[in-house]
């Protein structure tokens, strides 16, 4: 059975664009559009790890983080946050909200499925 990420960015393109190398790779893909989305789709199904932008409208990266948290069935879920932002101050924030793992765009397919294989076991 496929291992499930959620793609989780404002950007349709940039989802597609993941969806179509992690389906490659035989990940199961869900998608939201921001924060509040992905909240919504959360809803009791295995999600093996969640990709996250930081910036995104309705509610963040990080306020979704926060929001995450609250849920006991994704409490524990990683989240590797896959943006812009490549300061080092927002890379604490978001390791202080739950982030894992930090990937920055533009990226190479074979670095985000990297990234993803140290997360989720075969």
């Given at each position: 059975m496929a291992k499930t990420i959620m793609i989780i960015d404002d950007s349709a393109?940039?989802?597609?664009?993941?969806?179509?190398?992690?389906?490659a790779a035989g990940y199961a893909v869900i998608e939201?559009?921001?924060?509040?989305?992905?909240?919504?789709?959360?809803?009791?199904?295995?999600?093996?790890l969640l990709l996250c932008d930081v910036n995104m409208p309705n509610l963040d990266?990080?306020?979704f983080l926060q929001a995450k948290r609250e849920l006991p069935n994704y409490k524990f879920t990683p989240v590797i946050m896959l943006t812009t932002?490549?300061?080092e101050d927002?890379?604490?924030?978001?390791?202080?909200?739950?982030?894992?793992?930090?990937?920055v765009k533009p990226f190479k397919p074979e670095q985000l499925l990297l990234a993803v294989?140290?997360?989720?076991?075969p």
């Open positions: 393109s940039l989802r597609q664009v993941v969806g179509i190398a992690l389906g939201a559009c921001d924060g509040r989305d992905a909240l919504a789709k959360l809803n009791g199904a295995k999600i093996h990266g990080f306020g932002e490549a300061a927002k890379k604490r924030e978001g390791q202080a909200a739950g982030a894992r793992a930090w990937v294989a140290k997360f989720i076991l």
